[in-house]
């Protein structure tokens, strides 16, 4: 498979505090890339640094030909792609309809789009009127991912979507992004647990003090667990 | 004059002043609502307006509403223009820092002053009323061009609120202040809407200027109340809440009419002023506003 979006050796991080330092990463086509790590290994900054949302201070990302630190940030999601932030980010004083009117103006086909991603998340349709700040954490978490398909995405960033949700929840979530890449989109998913990544990736990228440390196949990593102790200490 | 009419006629006023405030608040609950951006150069902009207001009105000849209607439309124009180059060439720089842009603001404060002290000079200059009628009641004639402001500015309370809540620039306002981030993440070029919602800020401003302007004269010392009554409303409204700003502004102008006619101004000062601290204390996010996340 072709790679989609590249990372080489990005430098980033929140004014003088550096948090990624020589970040390599390649996201195939199609694929689930999952990252994994400890806390303040750099993985949220990994995602804020592809949409813009960090100063990135050296090195190259890049979305098939578009060099992405080039663009202004808000011109990141009309290259193609969709962010999920860590928890949720909704803009919670507007209605479910509303947010979905927000990802919908970035590059979506108005009513077409949303019915297709009302058609993912049923629920969803019985609560356009109301607040989202209202809503359930599990439909709240529908809800973020939702609006981040009406971009219409090449490439979902998810950053801990299963965060906080019932075992229920989390099958749901797992389902929507296997959905999603049998549909082609590529999906980059940051998780602190390894059981909630087996099930859906494709491949594990080990993310330490800002670097990625390897990148395997999931495949290796069920016949080889010692892995995710090495470089995350549990498993 | 009994005390019934008395109360009418005290009311009648406190609404006026009311109209004039729920606007100048709105600009600046919307700036801060939207930026975070406390807007101490808010005051002048009201200045700017009633100022250009006068310099227009007197240039156009003919009938005093051609005057008064050209400032009505020019002069919120030249304001908004002000305000985004302020916001290019200041805010924008210091990154809208919140501590930063109040200290930037204070020196917008000063540059316009000064600007207008120096080009319009220290005189106070009136506006001709664009007509001059009198309603009778039985008691007695009140000017038509006072409630006149009244009905302007509930149209233009009524637009703002449309704007707000029922077009895609509204929409992306609202994600923008709750959110700045993630709207960017959304494709919302925040810097320009920062820069629109700065603009339109100032010219509500500059709109309730010239309405008053036919009734209070032009001078360039005339933005410190507005301001101040504007923070007053907006304390006690809640930040960024146009309900809140509506509200307040109904009470505070009222009290004020009415307190100033039967007691003295300077009481309806202090109780407004109370009521500002009692709320601070008790609900300091303002009676519509939305509690701190």
Known sequence: MADLLTLEKVDAGYGEVQVLRGMSLALRKGEVLCLLGLNGAGKTTTLKAIMGLVQTTAGSIRLGDVELTRLPAHEVPKAGIAYVPQGRRLFAELTVAENLEIGLMTRGRGDVTRETVLDLFPVLRERLKQRSGTLSGGEQQMLAMARALCVEPDVLLLDEPTEGLMPSMIARIRETVATLRERGVSTILVEQRVDAVLPVADRVAFIQNGRNRETVDVEKLRADPALVRHYVGVG | ?293
């Not at chain 2, 709750?178 to 709109?207: C, K, N, Q, S, W």
């Open chain 2, 1 to 293: 004059m009994a005390f019934g009419p008395y109360l009418f006629l005290a009311t009648l006023e406190g609404l006026v002043m009311a109209a004039v405030l729920a606007l100048t608040a709105l600009g600046l609950s919307l700036v801060f609502g939207v930026m975070r951006v406390v807007n101490v150069a808010h005051g002048e902009f009201f200045m700017l307006g009633a100022v250009l207001a006068w310099a227009v009105a007197t240039t156009v000849s003919g009938h005093p509403a051609l005057g008064f209607l050209a400032a009505l439309v020019v002069s919120p124009l030249i304001v908004g223009a002000v305000a985004l180059v302020s916001e290019r060439l200041v805010l924008r720089r210091v990154n809208y820092n919140p501590e930063a842009t109040i200290v930037a603001t204070i020196g917008i404060l000063y540059i316009l002053q000064q600007l207008a002290l120096t080009f319009y000079g220290p005189e106070a200059r009136p506006v001709v009323a664009p007509f001059d009628y009198r309603i009778r009641f039985p008691w007695f004639g009140y000017s038509a061009y006072k409630l006149s402001i009244v009905a302007a500015s509930a149209l233009v309370l009524a637009a703002t609120w449309f704007l707000l809540a029922r077009t895609r620039i509204g929409l992306v306002m609202r994600a923008t202040q709750f959110d700045a981030e993630t709207a960017t993440a959304f494709g919302i070029p925040v810097d320009r809407v920062y820069a629109g919602v700065f603009a339109f800020g100032a010219m509500l401003a500059a709109v309730a200027a010239v309405l008053i302007v036919p009734i209070q004269q032009a001078h360039y010392l005339m933005g410190h109340d507005p301001l101040l009554l504007s923070f007053i409303v907006v304390i006690i409204g809640g930040l960024g809440s146009l309900r809140g700003t509506i509200v307040a502004a109904l009470l505070i102008g009222l009290s004020d009419g009415i307190i100033s006619v039967f007691f003295s101004p300077t009481l309806a000062k202090i109780i407004a002023t109370m009521a500002v601290a009692l709320v601070l204390v008790f609900r300091p996010q303002g009676l519509f506003g939305v509690a701190a996340r």
